[in-house]
């Protein structure tokens, strides 16, 4: 028995050292989060490769259309291949953190460092910290938040309660348009939503990679699409011809006929068709948002939003024209984060007066 012990003990030990091993080489992958969010990733690679495989294999037009027009194919798989990179690109990205934000606009990181710097005394068994040094970075840490409130502050409106744009769970003051997200854990600027399937928000940071990724998404969609519907095509073709010659045209005749093969292209045809459908909305909607300069949060719960209420629903508040918004959407300035302030009432009340034939030819929309 006491052999018995000894030797599981030493398993247990064995088994420690190896988590601890694993936890060093690879922090990511014994983390519970980032390892459910690996797995999200590898089953999206295998789902689009099952899409893409299927056909190639069933479809033997598809072979010798590769073989005689090889560039067919290749672009088809440099599509397909650019969809994979963007789509690992956009949920590594930041969304951009206020945290970060904060940061960058105290201009040094040193100030939000969690440990505070050491200094070793002449005592033989304790480290104290010199009253100095903590004297130091206590005014810096007050200066910083002194600084960020001061920043924040000044985008809304006059009189507005520092309380009303404090982050409960992360304590620290948000600007407008900003949202504590409750999967990452942080307050992500311009909030739109925290997608599933890339397991990361979108933001500030990455809406305009977001949106390019349904776009790639969308267009290889479609393709593979059209690739089934072609294969289909060509194998009711052959059913045809062949229950022509044989004067075989019963129900019975028909399912003979039927294939476990063109089976599985009509079951993989219908979710294609159906992941199609949702790309085209999710495209158009966030087409939309780029357009006029909104989030997905901010339509959705505009009236819950303190800074939006009283503003009318046909008024988009942080929209400065068609042609501006999209130049802020898709080329960001040179600072990787941007606070947009509260427009003021009569700016407002100026978007929200009804367009004139003056309006429509000066292009007042853009």
């Given amino acids: 028995m006491a052999a018995a012990g000894v030797c599981r003990s030493s398993a247990r030990e064995d088994l420690e050292k190896v988590s601890d091993r694993c936890s060093r080489l690879c922090p990511d992958l014994c983390d519970r989060a980032s390892s459910s969010s690996w797995g999200l990733k590898v089953a999206m690679v295998l789902l689009h490769v099952t899409f893409v495989g299927v056909i190639f294999l069933f479809d033997a037009n598809l072979i010798r259309k590769t073989r005689e027009e090889p560039w067919f194919t290749a672009v088809y798989l440099v599509v397909f291949v650019a969809t994979l990179v963007q789509y690992f690109l956009t949920s590594g990205s930041s969304p951009g953190y206020v945290i970060d934000a904060m940061r960058a606009g105290n201009g040094s990181n040193t100030t939000y460092m969690k440990s505070p710097i050491l200094k070793q005394s002449n005592s033989r068994n304790e480290n104290i910290i010199s009253s100095s040094t903590q004297n130091q970075l206590e005014r810096q840490s007050s200066y910083s938040t002194s600084f960020w409130s001061k920043l924040v502050m000044d985008l809304y409106p006059p009189g507005s309660a520092?309380?009303?744009?404090?982050?409960?769970?992360?304590?620290?003051?948000?600007?407008?348009?900003?949202?504590?997200?409750?999967?990452?854990?942080?307050?992500?600027?311009?909030?739109?939503?925290?997608?599933?399937?890339?397991?990361?928000?979108?933001?500030?940071?990455?809406?305009?990679?977001?949106?390019?990724?349904?776009?790639?998404?969308?267009?290889?969609?479609?393709?593979?699409?059209?690739?089934?519907?072609?294969?289909?095509?060509?194998?009711?073709?052959?059913?045809?011809?062949?229950?022509?010659?044989?004067?075989?045209?019963?129900?019975?005749?028909?399912?003979?006929?039927?294939?476990?093969?063109?089976?599985?292209?009509?079951?993989?045809?219908?979710?294609?068709?159906?992941?199609?459908?949702?790309?085209?909305?999710?495209?158009?909607?966030?087409?939309?948002?780029?357009?006029?300069?909104?989030?997905?949060?901010?339509?959705?719960?505009?009236?819950?939003?303190?800074?939006?209420?009283?503003?009318?629903?046909?008024?988009?508040?942080?929209?400065?024209?068609?042609?501006?918004?999209?130049?802020?959407?898709?080329?960001?300035?040179?600072?990787?984060?941007?606070?947009?302030?509260?427009?003021?009432?009569?700016?407002?009340?100026?978007?929200?007066?009804?367009?004139?034939?003056?309006?429509?030819?000066?292009?007042?929309?853009?």
Avoid at 217 to 239: D, G, N, P, Q
Avoid at 352 to 362: H, L, N, V
């Fill in 162 to 366: 520092i309380r009303n744009w404090t982050c409960t769970y992360c304590n620290i003051i948000q600007p407008p348009r900003a949202k504590h997200c409750h999967d990452c854990d942080k307050c992500v600027l311009q909030f739109d939503h925290h997608c599933v399937w890339l397991g990361t928000c979108i933001g500030q940071g990455n809406h305009c990679r977001f949106w390019w990724y349904i776009f790639e998404e969308t267009i290889l969609c479609v393709w593979t699409v059209v690739l089934y519907i072609t294969f289909l095509h060509s194998e009711i073709v052959k059913a045809c011809l062949f229950c022509l010659d044989f004067g075989m045209l019963t129900i019975s005749a028909w399912a003979d006929l039927i294939r476990w093969k063109d089976f599985i292209a009509i079951v993989l045809l219908a979710l294609l068709l159906f992941c199609l459908i949702f790309l085209l909305l999710l495209l158009v909607f966030h087409s939309y948002l780029a357009l006029t300069n909104q989030t997905t949060y901010e339509m959705v719960r505009r009236r819950r939003i303190l800074y939006l209420r009283g503003i009318p629903e046909k008024v988009h508040p942080f929209s400065r024209g068609i042609s501006k918004n999209l130049y802020t959407f898709c080329c960001p300035r040179g600072s990787r984060y941007t606070l947009e302030a509260i427009p003021i009432m009569e700016e407002l009340e100026e978007r929200a007066r009804p367009y004139t034939c003056i309006d429509i030819i000066s292009c007042r929309c853009c």
